[in-house]
């Protein structure tokens, strides 16, 4: 393929437009977070800076700026300083082929929704190096268990997803939003996997009540307890954008992406998403955490094998239909 | 009353009842060190709890007693247990192996007072720094006249 | 080879590979106070749980030693500024036995009142505590919002919020007025309708109960061997509490019962505490209710000399059995005073409860037993 001068302007667009997506759902999610919490707990959250406190986090981003950044003496520095942005960057590329619209996207991908899961996997890596690098035993505790986390959710969440593209015939996630239109969405047609793959999103975004990967109470701060200034911000930005994409997955696979009456399709295609966030927010902020040899329980005992029942019941029935 | 006389009966131990209206106290006894043992698994036997292991120091008679303060869970029986001996180099036989609550008041006492309990399961320091050479809760130490070097 | 009175050292070269020294440090937000515990680990299990004490060590018994029994008075909340009442209770009665004062029923009345409110800020507190320690913030919220009532209510009659020294020899500083009296009873009111929010947002959580179901069980042939007290102790079916086996104060006159819970987990600890609220609660109302004129104060003499000879005095804090020994030798100041409190024999138990299990656990554990280190440290 020939690089002209409208793939590099396209190119530049994208980078722009991801960023700018990304950017702005971190302060809007992060403000959105303290105000769920503050009225959950009989409180009202930020009120003074901005409108409503929306500024929040902008002030909040300025000061981690602001902060000195700490390199322990003994910690791996190549590692410590790489783990944030293996943790950051394949979130970013996995936008890219994320439909917002008909038109809306960055890159139409055939195998879209496998590029989005594959990457999705670099951010435990990131997790892990981040333990290791930082030479501290509560980091290296809360790695090891994002770690064991995958063993949980990562298979049920593609038993998950196999009955909809099994229903939709394709891995694009365009295609895979088109094929919902005029038909209903395939929450209804896949009601057990769709409440299965919100509990993975859960734990695949380390999560309440699956977040013992920084587990405060236990673990000081877990793996990112070293991290200090805008690096700590860096992983704080890639956990929120990863919900992002974690709800934007939900929403296309499962509640037909930017389908909807009367208002425009980014509109209900954010509507969707926000839906998911709040929702994610609403389970931190009620459970408590989950022990991690209960979650594997859980994750082997009970999502693997209703997944993997769920899935041959689809087949099943495809095969028949 | 009846139930520590239950419990020592047998072994050659003479229990005082005492007033409890006044002093909080239903009995006490005096045993020689040497006893201690026996006494105790007497009364753990029959499901006293001890409440606290001290010690006061007798520095007019040059002796340190050690009090021994037992309860009982189903009838209230506080019994005071104390043994004494010379202030210099006390030694008292532990209990821990009996009472397990007993090693952390037995390492209290011990670093308070200077007293080396014998066969204790552990014997260190628990509130005070593992470096300190000195004994607060003895009679003779006069907290303002040894500065001590925090480092 | 000398007897080594320091820590013992972990010979990391002759630990297996996943073997290694967590420390739950001083600074940990996990142990309730300035605690330190050495952690031998293998992987995520526990193999020694070894409790470092003393960063807040303050040396209270020399201190007492060298003090009127006047000037002890403040240093009893100092302790436990959690239960803070329960300390000046301890104090002032203990006293007031060696010496044969009288004390006004109205007092006596006011003195469980607010020690009573006393025990449901504290296991409000606790509340909030362990659920953060489990994972679950909202309830802190709501446990400590519900707490600011009482302590604006017992500011109002003792003057401070946390550190109370409010009662006296012989009765107590101050008396309470009707405001104060109302206010209580409209406390009993709201918390009535409240406390199911409590139970219906935690206690039949599954994950909770997952938490804390089986989770450091003290079997009641344990106990006694450990000396444990309160909550703890009536987790695991042992029916003791100092009000009802050596009632003191007006306790005899009131009617209330003393929950006990048989399983022994962190669940039935829990239980146990949220009923006691509930218990206190009936209490409060009854001390309201029954509340008689008079003074609130007997003269007692400036200057406080108990006979020579010892004393001693238990009180249930909400925490469990504090008991106070005092030797007397005929001056103005004590010749000896040992503190026994509750959360040095409860804590004593920890390494044997943390032993083999997931650090999770053990944290859950360390909730469930509701320690205030200074009161361990003294």
């Known amino acids: 393929m020939m690089i002209t001068e409208i ?120 997790i892990l190096l981040a333990g290791w690098g930082c030479d501290n035993k509560y980091a290296l505790l809360g790695a090891s268990r994002a770690v064991a986390q995958i063993l949980a959710y990562k298979i049920p969440l593609l038993l998950c997803i196999l009955p909809v593209i099994l229903l939709a015939g394709t891995f ?47 673990l ?10 805008m690096m700590f911000s860096l992983f704080f930005l890639a956990e929120y954008t990863y919900m992002f994409l974690a709800s934007a997955i939900a929403s296309i696979l499962f509640l037909g992406g930017w389908l909807g009456p009367i208002l425009p399709g980014p509109v209900w295609m954010l509507l969707k998403i926000y839906f998911f966030l709040f ?41 028949v239909l | 009353m009846t139930l520590i006389e239950t419990a020592l009966d047998g072994l050659d131990v003479a229990v005082d009842g005492l007033e409890y209206t006044t002093c909080g106290l239903h009995a006490q006894a005096e045993v020689r060190p040497d006893l201690l043992r026996p006494v105790c698994r007497a009364l753990h036997s029959l499901g006293f709890f001890l409440e606290t292991v001290t010690a006061i120091d007798w520095l007019a008679d040059e002796i340190i007693q050690g009090v021994y303060l037992f309860n009982h869970y189903e009838q209230n029986t506080r019994f005071k247990l104390t043994i004494r001996t010379v202030r210099a180099h006390p030694v008292f036989p532990s209990v821990g192996a009996i009472y397990p609550g ?14 080396t309990y014998k066969d204790s399961p552990d014997s260190r320091c628990l509130l005070l720094p593992a470096e300190t050479t000195f004994h607060p809760l003895r009679k003779d130490f006069r907290p303002q006249a040894q500065p001590v070097d925090t480092a | 080879m000398f007897e080594s009175k320091t820590a013992p050292t972990y010979h990391l070269e002759s630990m297996e590979e996943n073997q290694f020294v967590l420390n739950l440090g001083p600074q940990h937000p996990g142990t309730h106070g300035v605690l330190r515990v050495v952690l031998h680990m293998d992987g995520e299990y526990i193999l020694t749980a070894d409790p470092v004490l003393g960063y807040g060590h303050r040396m209270q018994e020399k201190i007492a030693e060298t003090m009127t029994y006047t000037q002890v008075l403040p240093y009893m909340a100092r302790m436990d500024y959690l239960g803070a009442l329960f300390y000046n209770q301890a104090w002032v009665c203990l006293v007031e036995k060696m010496c044969g004062f009288e004390v006004p029923k109205r007092a006596e009345y006011i003195r469980v009142l607010c020690a009573e409110l006393n025990r449901i800020a504290s296991h409000f507190l606790w509340f909030g505590a362990f659920l953060l320690d489990l994972g679950a913030f909202t309830p802190f919220l709501h ?75 003290i079997l009641p042939f344990e106990t006694w061997g450990y000396g444990i007290s309160g909550p703890v102790l009536r987790g695991s079916g042992k029916q003791y509490d100092v009000r009802t086996s050596e009632p003191y ?69 909400p925490r469990g059995e504090l008991m106070i020994y005092l030797v007397s030798d005929g001056s103005t100041v004590p010749y000896r005073v040992k503190y026994r409190v509750p959360s040095f024999a409860n804590l004593s138990i920890f ?18 037993l509701d320690m205030v280190i200074p009161e361990v440290d003294r």
């Not at chain 1, 769709?194 to 695949?204: D, G, K, R, S, W």
């Not at chain 1, 209960?294 to 899935?311: D, E, H, R, T, Y």
């Not at chain 3, 919002?145 to 012989?170: N, Q």
Request: glycine share 8%; aromatic share 10%.
């Open chain 2, 102 to 115: 007993a090693v952390w008041h037995e390492r209290e006492t011990g670093e308070f007072f200077g007293i």
């Open chain 1, 220 to 229: 000081v701060a877990g793996f990112h307890t070293e991290y200090s200034g």
């Open chain 3, 143 to 217: 446990a400590f919002a519900d707490r600011e009532r009482i302590l604006d209510l017992l500011e109002s009659v003792t003057g401070s919020r946390l550190t109370h020294c409010y009662f006296r020899f012989g009765g107590v500083g101050a008396d309470v007025d009707n405001v104060f009296l109302a206010g209580a009873q409209a406390f009993v009111d709201h918390m009535r309708k409240h406390l199911p929010t409590y139970h219906s947002l935690v206690t039949g959580n599954v994950i909770f109960q997952q938490r804390t179901k089986d989770v450091g069980v």
């Open chain 3, 351 to 368: 390494s044997h409860l943390a032993r083999g299990r997931l650090l999770a656990d053990a944290l859950a554990i360390l909730g469930s």
């Open chain 1, 279 to 319: 929702l994610m927010m609403w389970f931190r902020w009620t459970f408590p955490r989950v022990r991690v040899d209960q979650m594997l329980a859980f994750g082997w005992k009970i999502l693997l094998p209703v997944s993997l029942l769920n899935f041959l019941f689809t087949a099943g029935v495809m095969a």
């Open chain 1, 172 to 218: 694009s996630l365009r295609e895979i939003v088109v094929a919902q239109e005029g038909t209903m969405w395939f929450a209804f047609y896949q009601p057990v996997a769709f409440f299965m793959y919100l509990i993975a999103i859960t734990m695949e975004t380390n999560r309440s009540p699956f977040d013992f990967a920084e587990a405060e109470s236990e």
């Open chain 1, 7 to 126: 793939s590099i302007l396209r190119t530049l667009l994208t980078i722009t437009g991801i960023t700018l997506v990304v950017g702005i759902n971190a302060v809007f999610v992060v403000w959105l977070e303290r105000k769920v919490a503050g009225h959950m707990q009989f409180r009202l959250g930020p009120t003074e800076v901005g409108p409503a406190g929306l500024l929040q986090t902008v002030a909040d981003g300025l000061k981690l700026l602001s902060k000195q950044i700490i390199f322990p003496s003994s910690a791996d520095t190549p590692i410590f300083i790489l783990a944030p942005i293996i943790c950051l960057i394949p979130v970013f590329v996995a936008l890219v082929p994320v439909p917002f619209s008909e038109t809306l996207q960055a890159h139409e991908l055939d195998i879209g929704l496998l590029l989005v899961i594959a990457l999705g996997l670099l951010n435990t890596l990131g």
């Open chain 3, 249 to 317: 104060s007006i306790y005899p006159e009131l009617d209330f019962k003393v929950p006990v819970e048989q399983a022994g987990d962190c669940l039935a600890r829990y239980l146990v505490r949220l009923r006691e609220i509930e218990e206190s609660l009936n209490i409060i109302e009854q001390t309201i209710a029954g509340m008689p004129k008079g003074p609130v104060r007997s003269k007692v003499p400036k200057i406080i000399k108990p006979p020579e000879g010892e004393a001693a005095m238990a009180v249930e804090t």
